[in-house]
């Protein structure tokens, strides 16, 4: 059914544009002849671009623009992930740093040999280059 109503209108178009032509002949004169020049011309125009167009160079410049602007926006989202988990990360060693170095206290007030052992050696250390530069400002 619906070829049947797409194969009527295209006749009735068709037998109006005979129709039109007859009138035409007959009066000596086009209707609508400034528009329908300026159709003519810009449809001549493009008839003879589509003629000299190289559209395999067109297309093969297309793809080329495409794909690089596809890359270029793959690129940019990759170094935006990278860039956010980089800070993820920042944030995590920064907490887990900062758990690590929080002082604690020996339950029994006593330090360790350790610590008693390094404080031992400083104050020595600078025990002995204070009597040092008091022997050379003699």
Do not use: C, N
Not at 43 to 68: E, N, T, Y
Not at 106 to 122: C, D, H, L, M, N
């Amino acid at each position: 059914m619906v070829y049947l109503a797409l194969f009527i209108v295209a006749l009735v178009l068709f037998l109006g544009f005979l129709s039109v032509t007859a009138i035409e002949k007959k009066r000596g004169s086009r209707f609508f002849s400034p528009q329908r020049a300026t159709l003519d011309a810009t449809a001549s125009r493009v008839s003879d671009g589509l003629r000299h167009v190289d559209f395999s160079a067109f297309v093969w410049h297309l793809a080329r623009d495409i794909s690089s602007r596809i890359v270029h926006d793959v690129a940019h989202v990759s170094l935006i992930v990278v860039r956010w988990l980089e800070r993820l990360l920042t944030r995590i060693v920064r907490y887990l740093r900062g758990k690590a170095l929080t002082p604690q206290v020996p339950s029994e007030g006593r330090r360790s040999a350790f610590v008693e052992t390094i404080t031992y050696f400083k104050k020595t250390l600078r025990r002995s280059k204070e009597t040092t530069k008091d022997k050379t400002e003699v």
